[in-house]
């Protein structure tokens, strides 16, 4: 199965959303906190299952700069000086497809622990 290539890629700085049109017509709204609370990084994953670290306080961040990585991925730069996250095509494609349950289930999380969207 061929996962789906972004056929366009904007980030809209004012409202801190990185808008990704994939070649199978989906086209998605990604905000910044979305991106760095969900970022492939080691920091954010772990190193194994069940490590994945819940980042919380990002309610304000922006993403600086987008750098292409060959022509499988994007890495983020965001404004906390996080940007070791490489964002392929298919975890951009399954963030944007997910969007509504991971961030539903990043709140519920973020209550469970005790913690906040602010910084």
Same mark, same amino acid.
């Given at each position: 199965?061929n996962?789906? *290539?972004? !056929?366009?890629?904007? %980030? #809209?700085r =004012?409202?801190? *959303?990185? &808008?990704v049109?994939? @070649? @199978?017509? &989906? ?7 979305? %991106?760095? *609370? #969900? ?7 772990? #190193? ?5 670290? %819940?980042v ?5 961040v =922006?993403?600086?700069?987008? *750098?292409?990585v060959?022509?499988?991925? !994007? +890495? /983020?730069?965001?404004s $906390?000086? #996080? ?6 095509? $298919?975890?951009l494609?399954?963030?944007?497809? @997910? ?5 539903r $289930?990043? /709140?519920?999380? +973020? ?6 969207? &602010? =910084?």
């Amino acid at each position: 199965m061929n996962m789906p *290539v972004p !056929v366009g890629i904007t %980030l #809209h700085r =004012a409202s801190h *959303v990185l &808008e990704v049109a994939f @070649d @199978d017509g &989906e086209v998605f709204r990604l905000p910044a906190e979305y %991106l760095r *609370v #969900h970022s492939p990084s080691a920091e954010v994953q772990g #190193h194994g299952p069940g490590q994945k670290v %819940l980042v919380a306080g990002k309610i304000d961040v =922006a993403i600086d700069d987008l *750098v292409p990585v060959g022509n499988y991925a !994007v +890495l /983020l730069k965001f404004s $906390d000086g #996080h940007q070791t996250g490489i964002f392929s095509w $298919d975890v951009l494609h399954a963030l944007g497809r @997910d969007h509504e349950r991971n961030w539903r $289930d990043y /709140l519920a999380a +973020l209550e469970a622990a005790g913690r906040s969207r &602010e =910084a």
